[in-house]
């Protein structure tokens, strides 16, 4: 009934066929039909339009993503496809596509994305099978610095990166954090410089480097305008933005 409604709406005048014609391919665009062809047959002063056509199924469930193998990684849940949208191949493949990239950020280059697709008569169950196969591992983390103190906080914080999977972009966010931390102790103008190297296809060292680990400290005297904490927050501030001492 719904294609039947969308048809009826063209019942109007137009400036030609031309006109008629390109009107007709955006109705259909956006009807959810897989193929079509049509007639305009004229009766007297009137066209009357015959269709013929084969709609496009929609999807009644997207399960959830099922990961094979003794590894497990999130996933994002929010795919380019979703329950009660028409059917689209290349959609899925987009999905498809989005899935595998993931799994080789989180350190599984050869993982395999099986779609899975099931067809029922209200319209198509949609899903994908992750097998992850063998990651990419860390073989080693070495933490290069001047300061001991510093050294042994990174090494707790990052230590159990080793023998598990390359996952980089995690591995970067919690180098940031790390650097947030010193920040936090005082160490205001302290840098991190993370460098890899890989050892074989499926092996990686990771390298970090703490440059100006220098802990910086502050006297003040609280005035009438700040408070101690506030004048404090001020100048750790400018020293992290200029990247250099006060003198």
Request: hydrophobic share 40%; proline share 3%.
């Amino acid at each position: 009934q719904e294609y039947k409604n969308t048809f009826k709406s063209l019942e109007r005048s137009y400036l030609n066929i031309e006109h008629f014609s390109e009107i007709l391919k955006l109705y259909v665009s956006n009807a959810g039909i897989k193929k079509f062809n049509y007639k305009l047959i004229r009766i007297g002063t009137e066209h009357h339009l015959i269709v013929h056509f084969l709609p496009k199924r929609k999807i009644v469930k997207v399960l959830s993503t099922r990961i094979v193998g003794k590894y497990d990684i999130e996933l994002p849940s929010i795919l380019s496809i979703k329950e009660g949208d028409f059917y689209d191949e290349r959609k899925v493949r987009q999905a498809r596509l989005i899935l595998k990239d993931v799994a080789k950020d989180k350190g599984f280059p050869n993982a395999r994305i099986n779609i899975v697709k099931e067809r029922g008569e209200e319209g198509v169950t949609v899903g994908f099978n992750v097998e992850l196969n063998k990651p990419i591992i860390v073989s080693e983390f070495i933490i290069n610095s001047s300061s001991l103190y510093l050294k042994n906080i990174a090494m707790g914080k990052l230590s159990h990166y080793i023998k598990s999977p390359y996952d980089l972009p995690q591995i970067k966010l919690d180098v940031e954090e790390l650097k947030f931390l010193f920040q936090d102790l005082g160490y205001y103008i302290v840098d991190l410089n993370l460098k890899f190297r890989y050892l074989s296809d499926n092996r990686v060292s990771l390298f970090l480097d703490i440059i100006n680990p220098k802990q910086i400290a502050f006297n003040i005297q609280e005035t009438s305008f700040y408070t101690k904490s506030e004048l404090k927050k001020e100048l750790a501030t400018n020293i992290i933005s200029s990247k250099r001492e006060f003198t």
